[in-house]
């Protein structure tokens, strides 16, 4: 999360602002078709480039064929290479995400992502019922982030599948862009409750 807030900020009018980002709801099923395709395309490659080794040494014997035996290994091995490398580029591409722009202010939270297609929504912070907090995994074994539900009286349940910063050093909800919602909606109750 990149955040610009100052401190004297909660003195005055708090404000603060960033950029966040949400995993691609696709990830998932693109990722398998990737991987998928590669192991197709391995095996692929693999019968022709070794049915043409074959044909080598039909025709020429074991001198012409030990040569281009060689050769076709060369060729597979580094052809697999930069498959691999295509590959992960296209899947650390995918994993990235989504980028969010968050605004708040003392009434509001603001979000925006021209990527995901989603307009600039604002949540009131006296219409949110419950922020909840899911850890998210990919495929089940590495942690990315939360899914984190907003659930509000006017707009329903709002979802966000958050990622975390690779250098963020702390991976707690606290760290999300949404403990502002938290933080503010818990000053309302609290306001409320000795009839601020």
Not at 76 to 96: A, H, N, T, W
Not at 167 to 188: G, L, N, Q, W
């Amino acid at each position: 999360m990149y955040e610009t807030r100052s401190p004297v900020d909660d003195r005055f009018d708090f404000s603060a602002k960033g950029i966040f980002y949400c995993s691609r709801s696709t990830e998932r099923t693109i990722i398998i078709v990737l991987i998928v395709s590669a192991v197709i395309i391995a095996v692929l490659w693999y019968n022709v480039l070794f049915d043409q080794l074959r044909w080598y040494f039909d025709k020429g014997g074991t001198a012409v064929g030990v040569d281009t035996a060689r050769t076709i290994g060369y060729v597979y091995v580094f052809s697999m290479v930069f498959l691999i490398v295509v590959i992960c580029c296209i899947i650390r591409f995918i994993l990235y995400g989504n980028k969010y722009y968050y605004s708040a202010d003392s009434k509001h939270f603001s979000f925006r992502s021209e990527k995901a297609h989603i307009p600039k929504t604002d949540i009131f912070y006296d219409d949110v019922i419950t922020v909840r907090y899911d850890e998210m995994y990919l495929f089940g074994i590495w942690f990315r982030g939360y899914t984190v539900t907003v659930t509000t009286r006017s707009l329903g349940a709002i979802r966000f599948d958050y990622l975390f910063n690779k250098s963020s050093p702390d991976k707690t909800p606290r760290c999300t862009p949404f403990s502002i919602i938290e933080e503010r909606v818990a000053m309302i109750t609290e306001n409320e409750a000795f009839g601020r």
